[in-house]
T-cell receptor, first 109, second 116 residues
């Protein structure tokens, strides 16, 4: 089953880009990479997903390496409200979501 | 408003007293799942359902039951709760089978359960 590893915590200055890495070295060819974030103890919120190509939406950009073994979520101009736990996940062959422990991002004023 | 609704938000109970946490979605989603979240362990999947009458175990199914008699509802049942089931629980749904299409999960607001 494809699973992910992320650094446990990161800091980012307000207004700067936050780059959150994720390793998913066992990902299969047709498995999507999803990113979610969780603010305090609220339900996780979808951010973005991708398969092979880089993706961008109003919240973030997703860069996936050519071999698909890792990806980076980019928040281009981090604000204090972006302080949250960010989860990189892939979906197993059994339709299960594996969330892991994520990266706790702190945006510093 | 499209949403996933869990009830109750907070629940305190005693060991062995059966309880049910309800989950309902109004988006006609096929896929629904339950997670528990504990400090240092992230979110762990308990059960999931790909459609009515179809349920499968996640990573931590022991001590839990689920049912999917209707598309919109996916209750989580603890027949005999124990203190190690004290946790924050989330229900989630998505439009279709996660592997087959990019269909993000929509989460409820969580149920904080305490078993004494």
């Amino acid at each position: 089953d494809a699973k992910t590893t992320q650094p446990p915590s990161m800091d980012c200055a307000e207004g700067r880009a936050a780059n959150l890495p994720c390793n998913h070295s066992t990902i299969s060819g047709n498995e999507y990479v999803y990113w979610y974030r969780q603010i305090h103890s609220q339900g996780p919120q979808y951010i973005i997903h991708g398969l092979k190509n880089n993706e961008t939406n109003e919240m973030a950009s997703l860069i996936i390496t050519e071999d698909r073994k890792s990806s980076t979520l980019i928040l281009p101009h981090a604000t204090l409200r972006d302080t949250a736990v960010y989860y990189c996940i892939v979906i197993t062959t059994g339709n299960q979501f594996y969330f892991g422990t994520g990266t706790s991002l702190t945006v510093i004023p | 408003e499209a949403q996933v609704t869990q009830n109750p938000r907070y629940l305190i109970t005693v060991t062995g007293k059966k309880l049910t946490v309800t989950c309902s979605q109004n988006m006609n989603h096929e896929y629904m799942s339950w997670y528990r979240q504990d400090p240092g362990l992230g979110l762990r999947q308990i059960y999931y359902s790909m459609n009515v009458e179809v349920t499968d175990k996640g990573d931590v199914p022991e001590g839990y039951k689920v049912s999917r008699k209707e598309k919109r509802n996916f209750p989580l049942i603890l027949e005999s709760p124990s203190p190690n089931q004290t946790s924050l629980y989330f229900c989630a749904s998505s439009l279709s089978l996660p592997r087959l299409a990019h269909s993000p999960l929509h989460f409820g607001n969580g149920t904080r359960l305490t078993v004494t």
